[in-house]
């Protein structure tokens, strides 16, 4: 059973402007939130993380929000490079384990 | 450089043999961890270590075995048992566990049956 969803497999955006990208989870015992980066035939990048004593992480031009009652998260994007273009997937894992589940990714690509 | 290196980047197996994929941390983190992605799917789990000699199985650890005899290093060994190897294969390590640390993960190695 997925525990982490990423629902858009693909998403397009112009050059300049915001990517939104979004991910549910199931599992009320996750506390500990990421993003990576994956170009092809290359391993996953980490990106930016966020705990769940926070709501809100920012780094340059990358924000993560958390929202624990619906359990979703979502990654901003600031403005969108055509480098930005990748899959971007989502995982969650539950402190102090040791797995970290992960969804099953956006293609995002910025149109320049 | 500090990475995880992760060899060969291409692998091919005839049908009924095993086949070992390397993966060999300079980070000094303590965990390591194998992950098998295919098309359309999110990473899934094989094995994960969080000290040396000591490791434990993932979601889908059936037709796989590791080792851990030194920090650096978790080979995977794809055993014939394994009835769907064909895919992309990714190490990653932790620094310790019980944090929130990120996990870091090589460029992986995929797997095609010959």
């Known amino acids: 059973d997925q525990q982490v969803k990423q629902n858009s497999p693909s998403l397009s955006v112009q050059e300049g402007r915001i990517s939104i990208l979004n991910c549910d989870y199931t599992n009320s015992m996750f506390d500990y939130f990421l993003w990576y980066k994956k170009y092809p035939a290359e391993g996953p990048t980490f990106l930016i993380s966020i705990s769940s004593i926070k709501d809100k992480n920012e780094d340059g031009r990358f924000t993560v929000f958390l929202n624990k009652s619906a359990k979703h998260l979502s990654l901003h994007i600031v403005p969108s490079q055509p480098g930005d273009s990748a899959v971007y997937f989502c995982?969650?894992?539950?402190?102090?384990?040791?797995?970290?589940?992960f969804g099953t990714g956006t293609s995002l690509t910025v149109i320049p | 450089d500090g990475g995880i290196t992760q060899s060969p980047k291409y692998l091919f197996r005839k049908e009924g043999q095993n086949v070992t994929l390397s993966c060999e941390q300079n980070?000094?983190?303590?965990?390591m961890y194998w992950y098998r992605q295919d098309p359309g799917q999110g990473l899934r789990l094989i094995y994960y270590s969080q000290i040396v000699n000591d490791f434990q199985k993932g979601d889908i650890a059936e037709g796989y075995s590791v080792s851990r005899e030194k920090k650096e290093s978790f080979p995977l060994t794809v055993t014939s048992a394994q009835k769907n190897p064909t895919a992309f294969y990714l190490c990653?390590?932790?620094?310790?566990?019980?944090?929130?640390?990120?996990?870091?993960f090589g460029d992986g190695t995929r797997l095609s049956i010959l």
């Open positions: 980070l000094n983190h303590d965990a």
């Open positions: 990653a390590s932790r620094a310790r566990t019980g944090f929130n640390q990120p996990q870091h």
């Open positions: 995982a969650a894992s539950a402190n102090p384990g040791n797995q970290f589940y």
